[in-house]
Nanobody
Framework: QVQLVESGGGSVQAGGSLRLSCAAS????????MGWFRQAPGKEREFVAT????????YYADSVRGRFTISRDNAKNTVGLQMNSLKPEDTAVYYC????????????????????WGQGTQVTVSS
């Protein structure tokens, strides 16, 4: 079974930075893509960023592009999310997600395109 475990959440003032990490374990997890999603109270889970295993290409939601950076270490099966210039509207529970099989070379932007999920980590940005 594959497990994803997030860490690094917390509270920060607007304009500050946080770095989230996600560690994947499981012998059969090849992780075609890994991603970050977030869910604010009363809202649906939304896409934040994704990165492919091969080539490391990335894609971001418009709301975070230029402020957040996703990265991965394939040897360690980890993915990180560096979050800079944080805003109160970034407050949410952040989830790490992983997909095993290829998706015709496409970026995985939807929750139903991922096979595995972490338990989530809270990020709170105060004004």
């Amino acid at each position: 079974q594959v497990q994803l475990v997030e860490s690094g959440g917390g509270s920060v003032q607007a304009g500050g930075s946080l770095r989230l990490s996600c560690a994947a374990s499981g012998r059969t997890f090849s992780s075609y893509a890994m991603g970050w999603f977030r869910q604010a109270p009363g809202k649906e889970r939304e896409f934040v960023a994704t990165i492919k295993r091969t080539g490391g290409s990335t894609y971001y939601a418009d709301s975070v592009r230029g402020r957040f950076t996703i990265s991965r270490d394939n040897a360690k099966n980890t993915v990180g999310l560096q979050m800079n210039s944080l805003k109160p509207e970034d407050t949410a529970v952040y989830y790490c997600a992983g997909r095993n099989s290829p998706l015709d070379g496409k970026y995985c932007l939807r929750t139903d395109e991922y096979d595995y999920w972490g338990q989530g980590t809270q990020v709170t940005v105060s004004s």
